[in-house]
């Protein structure tokens, strides 16, 4: 079996979908149900003998030794973070807790566990840290995509607590030999996507008749990738990836926000049309900048294409219409995420007319 860890997230809870949907190997889910998690998101594996769900913080050494001594996973695939640059920027000290000390905790919790293993399970044993593209800062306009070997240069909170546990990771494998991948990948959107992110929360603000925040002059310039592809990405290094290697996972599709938030807008005039039959593009709102905002990112995947044979299946427009249809599907979905947590942060960061 297989342990996933923040399975409840968005990335996380495709990653267990589709791997219950490619193959009957068990997973069992270790998730702290932060504000992110949301276990409705595997609603539909409630009955699966495959599955297990244990709720529960990567910080806590204690049960991390215990759950690697009941279960026996033959590998680890480390999702859970706290994954919101705004909400670091705000509150960056949960991000050090779970990203950093969290990353260290289970990668140790992992290395006594692997020594402790018969010289086979030893051999196949795998730990897969989950990371982002952010790691490597700012790209300018003109620049070559950022290739596994770029140069280390986080901005923000978030991306400097994940680029410390990239770092934890390499060196775990480094120095004590632990069979450590790592890959970094650019912004995921899809199904279950937590509407504080812009994709989800332009569709959702859309259709509620709420202002569509655009950041600074919403130049900034993103590769998207759906979260799908992803999801078959990490499968295609668990099952060939090199130990001591990072792959770098991207959809090859970069578009600066404010082209993305019309696109998004155009699909919904088609989809759904405003009862006043005008563009939802008018509820486009410029607002202040994110401190330290990162200009772009773009990411150049052919080594993972060239070694694993792995390229992305959505193009931006297949991938994205997807996911608007999704969220029109799934409206009962959103107005539960919305009920709680979330709502607070929202009021909180843009103010009333958000919340
Ligand atoms: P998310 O915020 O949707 O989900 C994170 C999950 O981790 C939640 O279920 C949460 O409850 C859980 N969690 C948080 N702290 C925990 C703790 N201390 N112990 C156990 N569980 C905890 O995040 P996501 O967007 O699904 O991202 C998943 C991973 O992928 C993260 O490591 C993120 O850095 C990385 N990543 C995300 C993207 C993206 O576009 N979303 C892109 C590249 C990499
Ligand atoms: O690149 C990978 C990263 O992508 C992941 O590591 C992160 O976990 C994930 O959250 C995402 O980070 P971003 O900061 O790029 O995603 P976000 O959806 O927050 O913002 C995308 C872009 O849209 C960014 O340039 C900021 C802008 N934006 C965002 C929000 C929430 C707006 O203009 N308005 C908004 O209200």
Known sequence: ??????????????????????????????????????????????????????????????????????????????????????????????????????????????????????????????????????????LAPEAAPFAETHPYAPNSPYSASKAASDHLARAWFHTYRLPVSISNCSNNYGPFHFPEKLIPLVITSALAGKPLPVYGDGRQVRDWLYVRDHCVAIRRILAAGRAGETYNVGGDSEMSNIALIGMICALLDALRPRADGLSYARQIVHVADRPGHDRRYAIDARKIERELGWRPSETLASGIEKTVRWYLENEDWTARVQSGAYREWMTRHYGAAHG
Not at 114 to 133: M, N, Q
Request: charged content about 20%; hydrophobic content about 45%; overall charge negative.
């Open 1 to 138: 079996m297989i342990l996933v860890t923040g399975g409840a997230g968005f990335i996380g809870a495709n990653f267990i979908l589709d791997w219950l949907a490619a193959c009957d190997e068990p997973v069992v889910n270790l998730d702290k149900l932060t504000y992110a998690g949301n276990l409705e998101n595997l609603a539909s594996l409630v009955r699966d003998a495959r599955y297990g769900f244990v709720q529960g913080d990567i910080v806590d050494r204690a049960l991390l030794d215990n759950l690697l001594a009941v279960h026996k996973p033959r590998a680890i695939v480390h999702f859970a973070a706290e994954s919101h640059v705004d909400r670091s920027i705000r509150g960056p000290g949960e991000f050090i807790r779970t990203n950093v000390e969290g990353a260290f905790t289970l990668l140790e919790a992992a290395r006594a566990y692997w020594s402790s293993l018969p010289s086979a399970e030893k051999a196949a044993f795998r730990f897969h840290h989950v990371s982002t593209d952010e790691v490597y800062g700012s």
